[in-house]
């Protein structure tokens, strides 16, 4: 204190001294639930990594396994998208599993999951062509695959909060329609984002957007991708495929891509 005045040090010490009075003023498991309420609620992700079991996936030129490759890969992307404090992380397996494509969805959606990538490698004739690819599910093949999904079900709880069994036959097949196509739209963005993010960090195909009619990527209500990391037919990426530095530059891809798709796409 000079001339009867505060320097501005000793102001900034009495402040934090106040604030931090105040807080230890509130119990603290108050200030506890009151910090837990500002947070936003952690988004649950949904990783497959592809194959597994007697279902050992494409095999590299030395005797890699798919399986291998993908399954290390998800839980690379597992530890960095729960290092950030944003998600929540379900594997449809964590060991050398075989499970059904189907019962993947079924997880999926038993989950409560809001986004869900399936994690692959390719195997392609051309052994010199290498990259990563990204997949979303195909308008005719979706139709299909929807219908056949609504019939096993009975058209019951397709989607969250509606149970389409109450509804006519051509009101629930309109819900499930317009369910599809936005759940699609979404993926589609989440796509785009994994070509942006994917690309920064390593090589991707020609075309590198594409779509099929994959089992796993045919949830009405959840948005899903399908991301083939690489060429194990081509003998420099299958090498590093199996590197845990390169599954590292992998993961962070599609994590910052999952973050943008939070950000941008379905911010609520």
């Known amino acids: 204190m000079r001339n009867g005045n505060i320097d501005r040090r000793t102001l900034l010490r009495l402040l934090a001294g106040t604030a931090g009075a105040a807080a230890m003023s509130v119990a603290p498991e108050v200030f506890a639930q009151q910090r837990a309420k500002a947070l936003p609620k952690p988004r649950l992700v949904v990783l497959d990594p592809g194959h597994g079991g007697v279902d050992p996936g494409a095999i590299g030129r030395t005797g890699t396994y798919e399986k291998d490759v993908a399954l290390a890969t998800a839980r690379e992307v597992a530890r960095q998208l729960e290092a950030t ?38 195997a392609l004739p051309n052994s010199r062509m290498r990259g990563a690819s990204i997949y979303t599910l195909s308008e005719q093949a979706s139709d299909r695959q929807t219908a056949a999904l609504a019939a096993r079900e009975n058209k019951a709880d397709l989607i969250a909060g509606i149970d389409l069994s109450q509804h006519e036959r051509v009101v629930s097949e309109i819900l499930l329609d317009l369910a599809r196509r936005q759940t699609n739209n979404l993926s589609i963005q989440l796509a785009r984002q994994l070509v942006t993010e994917l690309g920064h960090q390593v090589p991707l195909l020609s075309n590198s957007h594409r779509s099929a009619g994959f089992v796993v990527l045919k949830a009405p209500d959840i948005p899903s991708a399908l991301v083939e990391i690489g060429c194990l037919s081509n003998r420099d990426e299958e090498r590093l495929l199996q590197r845990a530095a390169y599954q590292r530059k992998v993961a962070t891809g599609l994590v910052r891509s999952i973050n943008d798709y939070f950000d941008v796409v379905a911010k609520v």
Do not use: C
Request: proline letters at 3%; zero cysteines; aromatic letters at 8%.
């Open 85 to 122: 404090r944003r998600y929540r992380v379900r594997l449809t397996r964590n060991d050398d599993e075989f499970i059904p494509l189907l019962d993947r969805v079924t997880r999926a959606r038993a989950a409560g999951g809001e986004l869900f990538l399936s994690i692959h490698a390719d």
